[in-house]
Protein backbone atom coordinates (compact mmCIF):
# COMPACT_ATOMS: atom_id res chain seq x y z
CA UNK A 1 0.00 0.00 0.00
CA UNK A 2 1.17 3.56 -0.64
CA UNK A 3 2.10 5.37 2.80
CA UNK A 4 0.55 8.68 2.70
CA UNK A 5 2.56 11.30 5.27
CA UNK A 6 1.24 14.51 6.27
CA UNK A 7 3.62 16.59 8.29
CA UNK A 8 2.53 18.61 10.88
CA UNK A 9 0.35 16.67 12.55
CA UNK A 10 -1.70 19.79 14.14
CA UNK A 11 -0.81 23.13 13.63
CA UNK A 12 -1.97 26.42 15.38
CA UNK A 13 -1.63 29.82 13.51
CA UNK A 14 -3.43 33.47 13.49
CA UNK A 15 -6.26 34.59 11.77
CA UNK A 16 -4.93 36.05 8.62
CA UNK A 17 -1.57 33.78 8.73
CA UNK A 18 -0.21 31.72 6.01
CA UNK A 19 -0.47 27.94 6.38
CA UNK A 20 0.96 25.00 4.99
CA UNK A 21 0.88 21.79 5.43
CA UNK A 22 2.70 18.97 3.44
CA UNK A 23 2.30 15.67 1.97
CA UNK A 24 4.48 12.64 0.96
CA UNK A 25 3.42 9.83 -0.53
CA UNK A 26 6.00 6.27 0.26
CA UNK A 27 6.11 6.38 -4.44
CA UNK A 28 5.35 8.31 -7.41
CA UNK A 29 1.54 9.00 -7.67
CA UNK A 30 2.13 11.61 -10.67
CA UNK A 31 -0.72 14.30 -9.49
CA UNK A 32 -3.50 11.86 -8.30
CA UNK A 33 -3.71 13.80 -4.77
CA UNK A 34 -6.83 15.06 -3.30
CA UNK A 35 -7.06 17.32 -0.29
CA UNK A 36 -9.85 17.22 1.89
CA UNK A 37 -11.57 19.72 5.11
CA UNK A 38 -13.45 18.07 7.88
CA UNK A 39 -14.60 20.05 10.23
CA UNK A 40 -15.96 18.27 13.69
CA UNK A 41 -18.67 16.14 13.77
CA UNK A 42 -19.27 16.56 9.96
CA UNK A 43 -18.03 14.70 6.93
CA UNK A 44 -15.52 15.32 4.74
CA UNK A 45 -15.33 18.20 2.20
CA UNK A 46 -13.05 18.33 -1.13
CA UNK A 47 -11.35 20.95 -1.79
CA UNK A 48 -8.44 20.40 -3.92
CA UNK A 49 -8.15 17.67 -6.57
CA UNK A 50 -5.55 16.20 -8.73
CA UNK A 51 -2.98 18.23 -6.44
CA UNK A 52 -4.06 21.77 -7.98
CA UNK A 53 -7.20 22.20 -8.88
CA UNK A 54 -10.18 23.96 -6.78
CA UNK A 55 -13.03 22.20 -6.31
CA UNK A 56 -16.33 24.38 -7.47
CA UNK A 57 -17.32 26.46 -4.76
CA UNK A 58 -14.35 26.63 -2.71
CA UNK A 59 -12.85 29.96 -1.67
CA UNK A 60 -9.63 30.97 -3.67
CA UNK A 61 -7.72 31.29 -0.57
CA UNK A 62 -6.89 27.29 -0.83
CA UNK A 63 -4.63 25.83 -2.99
CA UNK A 64 -2.62 22.99 -4.06
CA UNK A 65 0.66 22.30 -5.43
CA UNK A 66 3.11 19.24 -6.18
CA UNK A 67 3.62 15.92 -8.23
CA UNK A 68 5.33 12.75 -7.98
CA UNK A 69 5.62 12.50 -4.13
CA UNK A 70 5.98 15.35 -2.67
CA UNK A 71 2.75 18.03 -2.25
CA UNK A 72 1.63 20.67 -0.62
CA UNK A 73 -1.52 22.28 0.84
CA UNK A 74 -2.05 26.08 1.31
CA UNK A 75 -4.10 28.51 3.15
CA UNK A 76 -3.47 31.98 2.02
CA UNK A 77 -4.94 34.04 4.53
CA UNK A 78 -6.30 31.92 7.21
CA UNK A 79 -9.40 32.56 8.74
CA UNK A 80 -11.80 31.47 11.83
CA UNK A 81 -13.56 29.04 9.46
CA UNK A 82 -10.97 27.17 8.44
CA UNK A 83 -10.48 25.52 11.54
CA UNK A 84 -10.86 22.16 10.69
CA UNK A 85 -8.67 18.74 10.43
CA UNK A 86 -7.66 18.85 6.82
CA UNK A 87 -6.28 15.04 4.73
CA UNK A 88 -4.87 14.41 1.71
CA UNK A 89 -5.66 11.05 -0.17
CA UNK A 90 -3.88 9.48 -3.32
CA UNK A 91 -5.98 7.26 -5.81
CA UNK A 92 -2.40 6.50 -7.91
CA UNK A 93 -2.69 3.01 -6.59
CA UNK A 94 -5.18 0.45 -5.05
CA UNK A 95 -5.79 0.51 -1.73
CA UNK A 96 -7.42 4.14 -2.10
CA UNK A 97 -5.07 5.69 1.01
CA UNK A 98 -5.45 8.97 3.54
CA UNK A 99 -2.52 10.81 5.13
CA UNK A 100 -2.96 10.48 8.96
CA UNK A 101 -4.30 14.18 9.28
CA UNK A 102 -3.73 17.50 10.61
CA UNK A 103 -5.77 19.45 12.95
CA UNK A 104 -5.76 22.99 12.39
CA UNK A 105 -6.37 25.44 15.40
CA UNK A 106 -6.22 29.35 15.75
CA UNK A 107 -4.27 30.76 17.74
CA UNK B 1 -28.24 18.80 -5.09
CA UNK B 2 -26.42 15.80 -4.31
CA UNK B 3 -27.51 14.06 -1.31
CA UNK B 4 -26.28 11.22 0.57
CA UNK B 5 -27.99 9.85 4.10
CA UNK B 6 -26.80 6.92 5.80
CA UNK B 7 -28.64 4.57 8.20
CA UNK B 8 -28.65 1.43 10.12
CA UNK B 9 -25.53 2.05 12.64
CA UNK B 10 -25.91 0.83 15.61
CA UNK B 11 -24.24 -1.07 18.67
CA UNK B 12 -23.71 -4.52 17.69
CA UNK B 13 -21.99 -7.05 20.07
CA UNK B 14 -18.34 -8.95 18.38
CA UNK B 15 -19.27 -11.14 16.02
CA UNK B 16 -23.05 -9.48 15.15
CA UNK B 17 -24.10 -8.27 11.93
CA UNK B 18 -25.54 -5.18 10.65
CA UNK B 19 -26.65 -3.56 7.33
CA UNK B 20 -25.79 0.11 6.48
CA UNK B 21 -27.89 1.56 3.91
CA UNK B 22 -26.73 5.11 1.76
CA UNK B 23 -30.26 6.35 -0.19
CA UNK B 24 -28.62 8.67 -2.83
CA UNK B 25 -30.42 11.79 -4.85
CA UNK B 26 -29.48 14.39 -6.92
CA UNK B 27 -27.73 12.74 -9.31
CA UNK B 28 -27.62 10.13 -11.58
CA UNK B 29 -26.73 7.31 -9.15
CA UNK B 30 -26.46 4.41 -12.15
CA UNK B 31 -23.76 5.80 -13.75
CA UNK B 32 -21.21 6.24 -10.97
CA UNK B 33 -18.82 3.94 -8.46
CA UNK B 34 -19.87 4.42 -5.08
CA UNK B 35 -17.49 3.52 -1.63
CA UNK B 36 -17.40 3.81 2.02
CA UNK B 37 -14.92 5.04 3.90
CA UNK B 38 -14.94 4.77 7.91
CA UNK B 39 -13.09 6.69 10.59
CA UNK B 40 -12.45 4.90 13.86
CA UNK B 41 -13.21 7.96 16.87
CA UNK B 42 -10.32 10.31 16.86
CA UNK B 43 -8.92 8.69 14.20
CA UNK B 44 -8.27 9.29 10.55
CA UNK B 45 -9.96 8.42 7.11
CA UNK B 46 -9.86 4.35 5.77
CA UNK B 47 -11.37 3.57 2.89
CA UNK B 48 -13.36 0.53 3.12
CA UNK B 49 -15.06 -0.76 -0.27
CA UNK B 50 -15.91 0.29 -3.45
CA UNK B 51 -18.75 -0.85 -6.06
CA UNK B 52 -18.65 -0.28 -10.20
CA UNK B 53 -21.73 1.69 -11.35
CA UNK B 54 -23.39 -1.13 -12.34
CA UNK B 55 -22.14 -3.40 -9.58
CA UNK B 56 -20.25 -5.75 -11.66
CA UNK B 57 -16.74 -4.96 -9.91
CA UNK B 58 -15.80 -4.83 -6.03
CA UNK B 59 -12.69 -3.66 -4.19
CA UNK B 60 -12.51 -4.18 -0.71
CA UNK B 61 -10.03 -3.12 2.13
CA UNK B 62 -8.04 -6.60 3.33
CA UNK B 63 -9.16 -5.67 6.96
CA UNK B 64 -12.85 -5.69 6.17
CA UNK B 65 -11.86 -8.48 3.18
CA UNK B 66 -14.10 -12.02 3.70
CA UNK B 67 -16.57 -10.29 6.58
CA UNK B 68 -17.85 -7.10 4.58
CA UNK B 69 -20.06 -7.15 1.16
CA UNK B 70 -20.90 -4.10 -0.74
CA UNK B 71 -23.99 -3.83 -2.75
CA UNK B 72 -26.05 -1.67 -4.93
CA UNK B 73 -29.62 -1.34 -5.87
CA UNK B 74 -30.07 1.22 -8.85
CA UNK B 75 -33.59 0.82 -8.99
CA UNK B 76 -33.94 2.57 -5.18
CA UNK B 77 -30.89 4.62 -5.75
CA UNK B 78 -29.33 3.10 -2.23
CA UNK B 79 -26.07 1.90 -1.18
CA UNK B 80 -25.06 -1.20 0.81
CA UNK B 81 -22.65 -2.13 3.50
CA UNK B 82 -23.79 -5.73 5.10
CA UNK B 83 -21.07 -6.33 8.07
CA UNK B 84 -20.58 -9.58 9.32
CA UNK B 85 -18.47 -11.08 12.38
CA UNK B 86 -17.71 -7.70 13.40
CA UNK B 87 -14.87 -6.95 16.32
CA UNK B 88 -14.44 -3.96 18.05
CA UNK B 89 -11.99 -2.27 15.74
CA UNK B 90 -14.36 -2.26 13.19
CA UNK B 91 -16.20 1.05 15.50
CA UNK B 92 -16.44 4.02 13.55
CA UNK B 93 -18.39 6.30 11.77
CA UNK B 94 -18.92 5.13 8.20
CA UNK B 95 -19.53 7.24 5.37
CA UNK B 96 -21.05 6.49 1.97
CA UNK B 97 -19.04 8.64 -0.88
CA UNK B 98 -19.61 9.29 -4.67
CA UNK B 99 -16.59 8.95 -6.44
CA UNK B 100 -15.14 10.27 -9.54
CA UNK B 101 -13.05 8.60 -11.82
CA UNK B 102 -10.48 9.80 -14.70
CA UNK B 103 -10.56 5.92 -14.73
CA UNK B 104 -14.15 5.32 -15.76
CA UNK B 105 -14.97 2.51 -17.77
CA UNK B 106 -11.61 0.95 -16.96
CA UNK B 107 -10.75 -1.72 -14.55
CA UNK B 108 -9.23 1.26 -12.54
CA UNK B 109 -12.40 3.32 -12.16
CA UNK B 110 -12.77 2.61 -8.39
CA UNK B 111 -9.18 4.80 -8.47
CA UNK B 112 -11.72 7.66 -7.73
CA UNK B 113 -12.32 11.53 -6.22
CA UNK B 114 -14.08 11.37 -3.48
CA UNK B 115 -16.45 14.56 -4.38
CA UNK B 116 -20.05 13.99 -2.35
CA UNK B 117 -19.93 12.16 1.46
CA UNK B 118 -22.89 12.15 3.14
CA UNK B 119 -23.15 12.57 6.89
CA UNK B 120 -22.09 9.14 8.18
CA UNK B 121 -23.40 6.42 10.94
CA UNK B 122 -22.17 5.59 13.69
CA UNK B 123 -21.41 1.70 14.41
CA UNK B 124 -20.24 0.38 17.95
CA UNK B 125 -19.17 -3.31 18.29
CA UNK B 126 -19.31 -3.80 22.04
CA UNK B 127 -20.17 -6.58 24.51
Known amino acids: DIQMTQSPSS ?28 KPGKAPKLLIYDASNLETGVPSRFSGSGSGTDFTFTISSLQPEDIATYYCQQYDNRPITFGQGTRLEIK | QVQLVESGGGVVQPGGSLRL ?107
Open chain 1, 11 to 38: LSASVGDRVTITCQASQDISNYLNWYQQ
Open chain 2, 21 to 127: SCAASGFTFSSYGMHWVRQAPGKGLEWVAFIRYDGSNKYYADSVKGRFTISRDNSKNTLYLQMNSLRAEDTAVYYCAKGVSWFAGTAMDDLTIFDYWGQGTLVTVSS
